[in-house]
């Protein structure tokens, strides 16, 4: 938390591996040991500020898009399917399964559901850790 500009997404993007240019210095330690990018990507997600989606596809197929591309390629696809049904329970989208997600502010999904479908994308792939920017703008505080 802190003020506007303060530099709290910077500060993600570094610590996410997601900021490669400029100048960045120090080290990085998850419980002590140094940081391999490679394996932290497998490890961690990332729910921008900024809910971008495909508005062409239902919540469902969202998610199933992100578990077969961030999933290890040994979990079946009953898991997969059951993992998906767990998190939408989970973030309560079970009611828009089917629902297309549509365009921000024109049609489908409200920006409380978007919300809440960003940060499902990212628990389908079962990170250990997941960085969230500013998750709850555009919320009221009731949604919040």
Not at 25 to 47: D, H, L
Not at 94 to 103: I, K, Y
Request: hydrophobic share 40%; glycine share 8%.
């Amino acid at each position: 938390m802190g003020v506007c500009g303060a530099g709290k997404t910077t500060l993600m993007d570094v610590l996410a591996g997601r900021k490669t240019s400029g100048y960045i210095e120090g080290n990085i330690t998850i419980s002590g040991y140094p940081k391999k990018q490679e394996t932290f990507a497998r490890v961690s997600g990332y729910c921008e500020q900024n809910d971008i989606h495909s508005p062409n596809v239902t919540v469902y197929e969202s998610l199933a898009f992100s578990s077969w591309l961030r999933l290890p390629a040994n979990v079946d696809s009953s898991t997969r399917k059951m993992f998906i049904d767990e998190v939408m329970e989970l973030v309560e989208l079970s009611p828009l399964r089917d629902a297309l997600v549509g365009l921000p502010g024109v049609s489908g999904s409200s920006t409380e559901q978007r919300k809440r479908l960003t940060i499902a994308v990212e628990l389908v792939a079962n990170p250990s850790i997941i960085f969230m920017d500013e998750p709850t703008s555009g919320l009221d505080a009731r949604a919040a």
